[in-house]
């Protein structure tokens, strides 16, 4: 139809055309009607027939007086035969699933609390997904919030100073926009109106454990909804030694810091 129209428009086909291809598609068809024909008057292969079947030609010669269906509908014909197949095919390969069975969770008379499937063992754990590590995972230990880090969080030199950055860089894509690049609170999502959180510099957050600031990342507080999706466990705890980091640069004596710190500070204002 589209080339019909293409043509009587004199608009070329935006298509590449695929002439040698139908030609053996439809001498092939031509050669199938040819044989069937035959089987059905009972002629055998061996047997000389008035009307040979038809041979591929070069594009561009005839077919002559083998040609007996249009292109078009040859070609509408396979589409059909080979849509038809996938359909078929398709319905086959739930043999497997249309069968009487119960689906997980479903209802059933076989057991007392009728639910067709059983509950897990307790303690089942899917595979990877092991967090019997509670101080890791949840910031917890015997059930209160941890005071310290998890035993796989580096405590100096090179790595504590690789997990220090990821924090603030994991913090300035997930918190900043809310607490402010220096957990002051004025965000631009709080600058254009969103609930404003409280100052990490409050005393209280400063002398929270850190497994309550982790288990505030990980399940939310009030207005603010937990990352515990999209940061995982160990990205949390790079997270909450940054806010350490940020609370620490604002609440410390300086006499607390070592000599070199505090020259430098003689310096800026002396
Ligand atoms: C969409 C804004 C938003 C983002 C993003 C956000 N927070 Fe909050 N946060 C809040 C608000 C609002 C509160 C106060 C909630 C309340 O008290 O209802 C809060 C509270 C807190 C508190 C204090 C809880 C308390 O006891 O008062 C901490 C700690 C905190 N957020 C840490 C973080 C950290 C760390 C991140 C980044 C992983 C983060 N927040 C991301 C909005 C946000």
Redesign the pocket.
């Given at each position: 139809m589209r080339n019909a129209v293409a043509r009587n428009l004199a608009v070329p086909s935006p298509f590449p055309p695929l002439p040698v291809l139908r030609g053996r598609i439809e001498v092939g068809v031509l050669r199938m009607r040819h044989w069937i024909g035959r089987l059905l008057q009972g002629v055998s292969r061996g047997n000389p027939h008035p009307n040979p079947p038809p041979v591929y030609r070069e594009r561009g010669k005839k077919l002559g007086a083998y040609r007996i269906a249009p292109a078009g509908s040859i070609r509408l014909a396979a589409v059909i035969a080979i849509a038809a197949l996938a359909l078929t095919s398709g319905c086959r390969k739930q043999d497997m699933a249309r069968q009487q069975k119960y689906l997980p969770d479903t209802s059933s008379d076989l057991y007392a609390d009728g639910i067709s499937s059983r509950p897990l063992v307790e303690g089942t754990i899917p595979r990877g997904f092991s967090r019997i590590d509670t101080h890791r995972y949840f910031g917890t230990v015997d059930g209160q919030a941890a005071t310290t880090f998890p035993a796989n969080f580096p405590t100096q030199g090179d790595p504590l100073h690789k997990a220090l950055l990821r924090g603030q860089e994991?913090?300035t894509i997930?918190?900043s926009?809310?607490?402010g690049q220096a957990g002051d609170a004025n965000?631009i999502?709080?600058r254009r109106g969103?609930?404003?959180?409280?100052s990490?510099h409050l005393d209280?957050?400063r002398t929270?454990p850190v497994g309550?600031?982790f288990d505030?990342?990980n399940n939310g507080?009030?207005?603010?909804?937990g990352?515990g999706d999209r940061?995982p466990a160990d990205d949390?705890w790079d997270?909450?030694a940054y806010?350490r980091v940020l609370q620490f640069s604002r609440a410390v004596k300086p006499a607390d810091l070592p000599e070199k710190d505090i020259a430098a500070l003689k310096l800026i204002s002396p």
């Open positions: 994991r913090f997930f918190c926009m809310c607490h965000g999502v709080v969103f609930v404003q959180p409280p990490l209280r957050l929270a309550y600031i505030v990342i507080h009030g207005a603010m909804y990352y940061v949390r997270i909450v806010v």
